[in-house]
Structure formats: C-alpha cells, structure tokens
C-alpha cells in the first residue's frame, strides 16, 4: 500500500492550496480518508475525515469553514482544498487510511492510532 501526498508549498496568508493523496495497492473505496497535520515541535493532529463513499465528513473546529475533504474513488485519490489560509495552519500535512476506523465516534476518527496506512506527508508552510 502506497499513499502520495502531494501540493504542498509556500503561500501568503489568506491564499488557497490544493493537497492531493493518490492511493495505490487497496481497494480504496474500502478506506476511510483523513488528512492530519503535524507542526514543528508539537504532535501530529486530526484535520478532517471522509467516509468511504465521501457521503460523510467531519473537520476540525479549527479549519472548519476554510478546509474541504473530498474523494475521487475512480481516481483513488483524496483531496484537502484549504482556502484563507493562516500562518498557524504551517505543518507537514499527511494523508492516512484505514477500513475499520468508526467516524461517528470523535475519538476514534481523531486518533492517530486508529489509521493503519499513512502517507509520507507535504509541507503546507504560510507565511505572514
């Protein structure tokens, strides 16, 4: 199993960046999508989640409104539109998959732990 991640870059604040994380070597409309983040020094944190059939999403409070999780199961890819962004929002951005993982529950989707692939992460850097 492979997971690219891939448009990260240098924007200014309140510009928009596209994330993309093509799938290889699984059934990938059998996965549940995420896309975490992980900050100099701090650990690595749920952004946003999507279900299997990209019917079902959920983002964190502190993107919401700004990131968009979609999928494209034809093209075994998950996608993280991110719009406004903000310096805070600088971080290594990783895409993650896992079958069994319970978006219902927060704690569950929220949980690096419960995500058995990951991708090799792409740094998202905004300056002021």
């Known amino acids: 199993v492979q997971l690219q991640a891939s448009g990260g870059g240098l924007v200014q604040a309140g510009g928009s960046l596209r994330l993309s994380c093509a799938a290889s070597?699984?059934?990938?409309?059998?996965?549940?999508m995420g896309w975490f983040r992980q900050a100099l020094g701090k650990e690595r944190e749920f952004v946003t989640v999507i279900s299997r059939s990209g019917g079902s999403t959920f983002t964190a409070d502190s993107v919401k409104g700004r990131f968009t999780i979609s999928r494209d199961n034809a093209k075994n890819t998950v996608y993280l539109q991110m719009n406004n962004l903000k310096p805070e929002d600088t971080a290594v951005y990783y895409c993650?998959?896992?079958?069994?993982?319970?978006?219902?529950?927060?704690?569950?989707?929220?949980?690096?732990?419960?995500?058995?692939?990951w991708g090799q992460g792409t740094l998202v850097t905004v300056s002021s």
């Open positions: 070597g699984l059934t990938f409309s059998n996965y549940v």
């Open positions: 993650a998959a896992d079958r069994e993982v319970a978006m219902l529950a927060k704690r569950n989707r929220e949980d690096v732990g419960k995500y058995e692939y």
